[in-house]
């Protein structure tokens, strides 16, 4: 029989093995400090009209809740980075991790061989996988897993490699060793708070989500985005990467290695004027399986429209 120590070893080599960059473990077990502050954030309204944020509060913040007699919650980084940029300094920007394909389906794709080698190695293991796609608090899991502590952006930082990650769960009735978290390492640094265009964080580790430019661009579906912005934008259309930018741990990033991750030829070199000329046939063709789709042609045109104003 493989023993505890034994089993988390296996299982780390194999995350290594499909591609993630980092892998923590940590015991599953109620979100309490992060619990009081997820009703803090939503008490404030930070949410702006992301309802579903106040859906499955108990889900969130218990895991065990999500997977019937979850013991471990398996937390892995994907590093998302690329030096590739747009060509145009004045064409409107799209957020690095929006660059390829949706990262929903490639994570998605590895968890699924993860999760098979799993039951495989140990047997019958009851196990979920989550990438992005359920009340999960997936930065909260990567702190405790020790992969990082959460920046005053409210990103995830790594202390070796930034912050360019996507962020996935496995929730298992697997008992493993567990990872211990790291300190902060933030200082008295405040560069993402002093360069946010929309100042949305509002003091450090706390952001207003309904001032993000992410949130403006993406999740937000009115018709128009409120006036209140105009000329605050930093000329981002989809998504925002300026507090990432200006981190000095982002000197860590190292370049990603998935090709499906890369952007399609034409994506970086349309200028400001062909994006303005956008029409919904070279959208479904620059975006097949992209994350940008969330916004459909509508929201991005409108985003596009907004930045001109």
Same mark, same amino acid.
């Given at each position: ?6 089993? /988390? ?113 140990? $047997? ?26 959460? $920046? ?45 265009? /929309? ?39 989809? $998504? ?54 969330? /916004? ?14």
């Amino acid at each position: 029989m493989i023993n505890k120590t034994n089993r /988390t070893k296996i299982i780390k080599e194999k995350a290594f093995e499909l591609g993630f960059s980092h892998v923590g473990i940590s015991k599953a077990s109620f979100l309490e400090d992060e619990a009081r502050n997820l009703e803090k954030w939503l008490l404030n309204d930070y949410n702006g009209k992301m309802q579903y944020m106040e859906n499955h509060f108990d889900l969130r913040t218990d895991p065990r809740k999500l997977v019937h007699g979850a013991k471990s919650v398996i937390t892995i980084l994907f590093n998302y980075y690329t030096n590739k940029k747009q060509i145009d300094p004045e064409a409107p920007k799209i957020s690095k991790y929006a660059y390829g394909k949706d990262y929903h389906y490639v994570i998605k794709n590895k968890l699924k061989e993860f999760q098979a080698f799993i039951s495989a190695k140990f $047997g019958d293991v009851n196990m979920r996988g989550f990438v992005d796609s359920a009340p999960v608090m997936d930065k909260a899991w990567a702190k405790k897993s020790g992969l990082g502590w959460i $920046g005053k952006h409210s990103n995830l930082v790594n202390k070796k490699k930034g912050s360019y990650f996507f962020i996935a769960e496995i929730i298992l009735d697997l008992e493993l060793d567990s990872d211990l978290p790291i300190r902060d390492y933030c200082g008295s640094c405040t560069r993402c708070i002093d360069s946010c265009p /929309t100042e949305a964080i509002v003091k450090p580790y706390v952001v207003d989500g309904s001032k993000c430019i992410s949130y403006l661009t993406i999740e937000l579906k009115d018709e128009i985005i409120p006036k209140e912005f105009s000329g605050k934008m930093d000329n981002w259309m989809f $998504g925002c990467d300026v507090c990432q930018q200006v981190c000095p741990w982002n000197r860590n990033a190292t370049p990603h290695q998935e090709p499906l991750f890369d952007p399609p030829n034409d994506l970086l070199s349309l200028t400001k004027k062909e994006w303005k000329e956008l029409d919904e046939e070279m959208y479904r063709e620059l975006f097949k399986k992209s994350p940008v789709k969330r /916004t459909k042609f509508s929201g991005l045109k409108r985003n596009i429209t907004f930045l001109s104003q």
